[in-house]
Every structure is written in C-alpha cells, then in structure tokens.
C-alpha cells in the first residue's frame, strides 16, 4: 500500500487520509466542516458537568458567543427542536460556500460532510437524521464525518449509521485525547477511560470508520504518557488519527491555570517529537488525518508557535525527512 519507498530518496510516503481516499475512490474527496448553530454538548450543559472541557472556547466563558443566536439548545431527551428548518439553511448554505470555493480552485472532486463543531450526536434523533440525510442529498458527497464524544453515541444511532454506511462513506470521530483518567478530570472531560474504549469497541463492531483525536500536551503529561495514549488507541483498531497540541485560547479554565502558572504549554520541539514518534508507530492501514493545529487570531494565549500552522507543518515535514518519511 502506502509506505512504499519513492524514487531515489528512500522516503516512505505517511498514509494520509487523503492517500485513503484516493486509493478507494479513485479521485480527490474534500471534508467539508459544518457547524451547526443550537447543538451543545453535555460537559456544558450540565448533564455531565458545566463549563466544558478546561481548554474548550463555548459560551459559559465568551460573552461573545453568548450574544450569538440561537439561544435554543438541543437536547437528546427533548424531542421537540423549532430551529430544525433554520439549521437545515445553514447546512446547505455553509455546505455550498465551501463547495463552490473548492471547485473554483480544484475542479470537481467528491465530498464528505463533517459535522464538525461541538458534540454532533447530542440532539434528539430526528434532528439527527434530518441533518445528516439532507447533507447527503448533496451533490458529489459521497459520505459523512461525525465529530462526537463517546458518552454521546448510543445504539440506536450506530445502528442507524451502520446502516447508513452500507451506500456511503460514514465516519465517526471521536474525541480520546488522552487514556489517563487523572488527564481527562484534569481537564473536566466528563467520562472515563474505560467506557471511551467501551464505545470505540462498539463503533468498530457495527462496522463504521472511526478516527480518534489525541491532544498532546495536556496537563503533566509526559511524552511517555502521550505514547501510551497512542499505543491505547491503537489497540482499539481504529481507521485514522489526528493529533493536535493543546494550545491556550482566552476565555477557558485552562487560561486561568496558564496565568497562575500551573500550566505549562508543550514546547514545539516536543510536539514535533512526539508526532513524529507517533507516526513512526502508526500500522500501515491507520491513516493520517492531521498532525497538528494552528490559531492564527488573537484569542491565542499560549504558545505562540501555535499562530503559524504553516511554520509547524514545515517544521513537522523536515522532522519526518529525518527518519525517511514524507508528508
Ligand atoms: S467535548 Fe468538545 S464541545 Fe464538549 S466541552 Fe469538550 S471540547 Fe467542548
């Protein structure tokens, strides 16, 4: 498959996500990100705990994004959703924006929808379906990708995306960031790790793609931790990973840590060796989906080398050159 040698340098290509996509469907698919007004997520609502996650920007913590409508805020138990319509319109239009810009600059290609901010499976299940059974009336879209927590899937919607997945690409994307339960009360993440596997296992049993996001740098975590955290989630026998390094945006619980000084961002040269690290351990079947993430606004706190994603990409390429891989 991927990792074949090319040509005379003796690098071995990283299997990206787009290499997969290729390989299966014989031309270029883009992700199109989706953010859908009224959804929420139970580490903020209070339905397992308040505030969000320590490093989440949401509204418990940004004046501004309280001002932003809708107020109305979906709930699993609560079946009755009036803003059902509204979101309808913003997924079509936010959907064709991007569609549009990447025909202009691309030619044509194919689509997946990714439902991507807050907890995307957090709403009752006939707001579920019609979102995602709209975004699939798409032209050109192939599929979709779900950005969730574990705690927010059950059986009944993996059943129903099982099923979904026998005529398209369906893709879950579960947030792990580390398996060390003392991190994930470190950061007020909701859930423990052994029922984030439990919910994994499952995914993959019914049969649909899952791609597990790890956080690097998170508090006291050792690049030994962050290692272990990649060999857990490897074991779980997942499709595609992303990595991201924890970085401070103003307006979280983490900014107060940072500013007492009880959190010390990771340094770049310890991401870049860790993802190197990590991407060296990945099997050959486990796609890359991203290797690290940027802010280029001044809501960044800290680190700075955050800002240039670019600088980082670069950065975390020649690493790769070093043990013989290209990105
Ligand atoms: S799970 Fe996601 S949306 Fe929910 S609080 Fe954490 S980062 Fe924010």
């Given at each position: 498959?991927?990792?074949?040698?090319?040509?005379?340098?003796?690098?071995?290509?990283?299997?990206?996500?787009?290499r997969?996509?290729k390989?299966?469907?014989?031309?270029?698919?883009?992700?199109?990100?989706?953010?859908?007004?009224?959804?929420?997520?139970?580490?903020?609502?209070?339905?397992?705990a308040k505030?969000?996650?320590?490093?989440?920007?949401?509204?418990s913590?940004?004046?501004?994004?309280?001002?932003?409508?809708?107020?109305?805020?979906?709930?699993?138990?609560?079946?009755?959703?009036?803003?059902?319509?509204?979101?309808?319109?913003?997924?079509?239009?936010?959907?064709?924006?991007?569609?549009?810009?990447?025909?202009?600059?691309?030619?044509?290609?194919?689509?997946?929808?990714?439902?991507?901010?807050?907890?995307?499976?957090?709403?009752?299940?006939?707001?579920?379906?019609?979102?995602?059974?709209?975004?699939?009336?798409?032209?050109?879209?192939?599929?979709?990708?779900?950005?969730?927590?574990?705690?927010?899937?059950?059986?009944?919607?993996?059943?129903?995306?099982a099923?979904?997945?026998?005529?398209?690409?369906?893709?879950?994307?579960?947030?792990?960031?580390?398996?060390?339960?003392?991190?994930?009360?470190?950061?007020?993440?909701?859930?423990?790790c052994?029922?984030m596997?439990?919910?994994?296992?499952?995914?993959?049993?019914?049969?649909l793609?899952?791609?597990?996001?790890?956080?690097?740098?998170?508090?006291?975590?050792?690049?030994?931790?962050?290692?272990?955290?990649?060999?857990?989630?490897?074991?779980l026998?997942?499709?595609?990973?992303?990595?991201?390094?924890?970085?401070?945006?103003?307006?979280?619980?983490?900014?107060?840590?940072?500013?007492?000084?009880?959190?010390?961002?990771?340094?770049?040269?310890?991401?870049?060796?860790t993802?190197?690290?990590?991407?060296?351990?990945?099997?050959?079947?486990i796609?890359?989906?991203?290797?690290?993430?940027?802010?280029?606004?001044?809501?960044?706190?800290?680190?700075?080398?955050?800002?240039?994603k670019?600088?980082?990409?670069?950065?975390i390429?020649?690493?790769?050159?070093?043990?013989?891989?290209?990105?």
């Amino acid at each position: 498959m991927n990792k074949k040698m090319t040509g005379s340098n003796k690098t071995k290509p990283v299997f990206t996500i787009g290499r997969y996509f290729k390989n299966k469907f014989g031309e270029k698919v883009y992700k199109i990100p989706i953010s859908i007004s009224g959804f929420t997520c139970p580490n903020i609502d209070g339905t397992v705990a308040k505030g969000g996650c320590t490093f989440c920007e949401n509204d418990s913590f940004s004046p501004n994004l309280q001002k932003k409508k809708p107020t109305f805020k979906l709930h699993p138990s609560k079946p009755e959703n009036p803003y059902l319509n509204e979101q309808l319109k913003q997924l079509e239009v936010q959907f064709l924006a991007t569609k549009n810009k990447l025909e202009k600059k691309f030619g044509v290609g194919k689509f997946i929808v990714y439902f991507q901010s807050f907890t995307n499976t957090y709403a009752p299940m006939a707001t579920l379906k019609a979102l995602y059974e709209r975004a699939l009336e798409f032209d050109n879209v192939i599929g979709l990708s779900i950005g969730t927590r574990t705690d927010c899937v059950t059986d009944e919607i993996l059943d129903y995306l099982a099923d979904l997945s026998k005529d398209k690409e369906i893709w879950v994307e579960y947030g792990i960031q580390s398996f060390y339960d003392i991190t994930l009360e470190e950061i007020n993440r909701g859930h423990d790790c052994s029922s984030m596997k439990d919910w994994i296992i499952k995914t993959k049993q019914k049969g649909l793609k899952v791609c597990g996001h790890l956080i690097y740098g998170l508090p006291n975590e050792t690049q030994e931790m962050m290692m272990e955290s990649l060999r857990q989630t490897l074991e779980l026998n997942i499709d595609s990973i992303k990595f991201h390094p924890l970085y401070v945006v103003k307006n979280t619980m983490l900014t107060k840590d940072y500013k007492r000084g009880n959190f010390i961002p990771i340094t770049e040269e310890l991401y870049v060796d860790t993802v190197v690290k990590s991407i060296q351990k990945l099997p050959d079947n486990i796609s890359v989906q991203r290797m690290t993430a940027g802010i280029d606004d001044p809501s960044l706190l800290s680190p700075m080398w955050c800002k240039n994603k670019h600088q980082q990409m670069l950065n975390i390429r020649k690493a790769l050159l070093k043990v013989g891989l290209y990105y």
